[in-house]
């Protein structure tokens, strides 16, 4: 096996290293016993992804002689709410963890997601360790320490910063992905080239295709790639008090498309981020920020590997604008009454804007809807 491709979060004492490879869960045990006070861990993940990659990394555990056990709960997004928070807690609790005891979170966003909240509050915080399983999980989620559950007024309104002591992205799990998932999370991996990574971008041009079809290098540079431009952002601004906002390029738009749709199956959360950058880069181009050839390139990428880059005929949807913007109002980004818009400048120069004349993007949003 090659060596795993290797990328740094430099957060001083709170450091760790993303690993990324093909069949990586085969010697996750040995990748995670030095990271471990204790070598004893508890496996956290979902029923569909248990069938899939339990045993696998259950073996490597025993191999690197690691105590283990697993909590395997329900697959899917309402899995992440404060019931399923406290029934894991407590199945930790009876399971007798101790400070030095670390989970593993091993499945997509959710998994991850509730696992890295129950690790921060349990015990007053122990570690945890991710082992995404997803495409989105890999370039996104598992890395830069969010971690939280929703709650009935919206999601991820509870959660914390609890940053993972190691995330090992085995791109060889991706393949048990159904497509419609792994385009979803593409979108994120072409929002980093959007945003400060130019020739990223290009690279994507020529090699999203590969990267979709599973070539394993294309795969791997994909997500190392995604990963080294999280991890940039989240050393520099790990609480997101500026710069990290900037990783929400197409989530404004994206989560009004979604809170629209009910955040289920019509629209998925990487399909929503990919019409929101499009979105973005329209609406920068409308106020003269923006080159229209670049809004023009996201498109034309975004739609030769497989993604759909307009809502306006979307599952025979009638959108409203005012509506739209009604949710972008109450965006739990929103500081003072203002929704905080990432903008472009072109391919690669994202940046973000508190000044944005709402008028601008309910007329936008009107002309697209009408086209
Ligand atoms: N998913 C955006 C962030 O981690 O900041």
Known sequence: ??????????????????????????????HIAPVLRQRRVIVVT??????????????????AD??????VLPPGEQTKDFAHLEKLIARLLELKIERGTALVALGGGVI??????????????????????????????????????????GKNLVGSFHQPRLVLADTAALSSLPRRQLLAGYAEVVKYGVIDRPEFFTWLEGHGT???????????????????????????????RGRRGLLNLGHTFGHALEAETGF???????????????????????????PAADSARLR??????????????????????????????RDKKVTDGRTTFVMARGIGRAFLSENV???????????????
């Open 46 to 63: 979902d029923t569909t992804v248990a069938a899939l990659h339990l045993a696998a990394l259950e073996r490597s555990l025993s191999d």
């Open 300 to 329: 034309r990428h975004l739609a030769a590997v497989g993604l759909a880059t307009g809502v306006e005929r979307f599952q025979g949807r009638i959108w409203s604008p005012r509506r739209l913007t009604e949710h972008m109002a």
């Open 1 to 30: 096996m090659t060596a795993p491709l290797r990328q740094r979060v430099a957060l001083g004492d709170r450091s760790y290293d993303i690993l990324i490879g093909d069949d990586l869960l085969a010697a996750a045990g040995s």
């Open 210 to 240: 590969a990267v979709i079809e599973g070539d394993p290098g294309a795969r791997q540079h994909a997500v190392s790639e995604s990963c080294a431009a999280k991890a940039e952002i989240v050393a520099e601004d790990e609480r997101e």
């Open 112 to 153: 991850g997601d509730l696992t890295g909240f129950a690790a921060a509050v349990v015990l007053r915080g122990i570690d945890f360790v991710q082992v995404p399983t997803t495409l989105l999980a890999q370039v996104d989620s598992s890395v830069g320490g969010k971690t939280g559950i929703n709650t009935a007024y």
């Open 264 to 290: 289920g199956d019509e629209l998925l959360h990487g399909e929503a981020v990919a019409i929101g950058m499009v979105l973005a880069l329209d609406l920068s181009v409308r106020l003269n920020l923006c």
């Open 357 to 371: 004349d709402i008028t601008e993007v309910e007329a936008l949003l009107t002309d697209t809807l009408a086209a």
């Open 66 to 71: 690691i105590r283990h056990e697993a909590v």
